[in-house]
């Protein structure tokens, strides 16, 4: 079925660095892509999502491609702030739709 | 704020207990997910209904159960409670049966087994 998977966290950056997490998935045609976002103590909240191959889905900085050649849906951010420390997930719809089905979730932390 | 209310907050109960969560959606999603979150397992899905329909399982124990009421709000009953189920338990609404859309998501209930 479908599925996706996330690079390991967690990821520490200073303030003003580059952030790329990876995302890389398995599907049955082409679904709609998420990345969803965790601050501390909250649910979770959509950041950004794409619906068909080659969109890019954007958000407060934060960038994704969905790339259908090489399966992918990197997140993207070109200055991360000390605000941005969250979990950060990838999702797309379970084969058949019937849920979002999550990759393992990747911490980021920004230092000052 | 989402839109998506969850009570209660915090639960702690004891091990061999039952307990019922509660979900009220976004006004007219029509759609309920239940996901369970654990450190070791990640975000599970459980169930879905829609409009009052089982419309799918997840990873749902046969311990737990769930309905979605006509006013559209969802309960999920955890029953003989061991210390593995301590998690933090998510409910997402959205307006579609498909989950092709955004879902979007309460704050959670922390569930503490003693």
């Known amino acids: 079925g479908n599925s996706v998977t996330q690079m390991e966290g967690p990821v520490t950056l200073s303030e003003e660095a580059f952030l790329t997490i990876n995302c890389t998935y398995t599907a049955t045609g082409y679904p709609s892509l998420f990345w969803y976002v965790q601050y501390p103590g909250e649910g979770l909240q959509l950041l950004l999502k794409?619906?068909?191959?080659?969109d890019k889905g954007s958000n407060k900085g934060f960038e994704a491609t969905y790339r259908k050649e090489t399966t992918s849906f990197h997140l993207e951010k070109g200055s991360v702030q000390v605000s941005d420390s969250a979990v950060y997930f990838c999702a797309l719809p379970m084969t058949g739709r019937r849920a979002l089905t999550f990759g393992s979730g990747t911490r980021l932390q920004v230092q000052p | 704020d989402s839109g998506v209310t969850q009570t209660p907050k915090h639960l702690i109960t004891a091990t061999g207990q039952r307990v019922t969560l509660r979900c009220s959606p976004r006004?007219?999603?029509?759609?309920v997910y239940w996901y369970q979150q654990s450190l070791d397992q990640g975000l599970q899905f459980l169930i879905q209904?829609?409009?009052?329909?089982?419309?799918a399982k997840g990873n749902i124990l046969e311990r737990f159960s769930a309905q979605q009421f006509p006013d559209l709000h969802s309960e999920l009953n955890l029953s003989s409670l061991e210390l593995g189920d301590s998690a933090l338990y998510f409910c997402a609404s959205s307006p579609d049966r498909d989950s092709n859309t955004e879902a979007f998501f309460g704050q959670g209930t922390r569930l503490t087994v003693v």
């Open positions: 209904y829609y409009n009052g329909e089982e419309r």
């Open positions: 006004s007219g999603d029509l759609s």
């Open positions: 794409a619906t068909k191959a080659d």
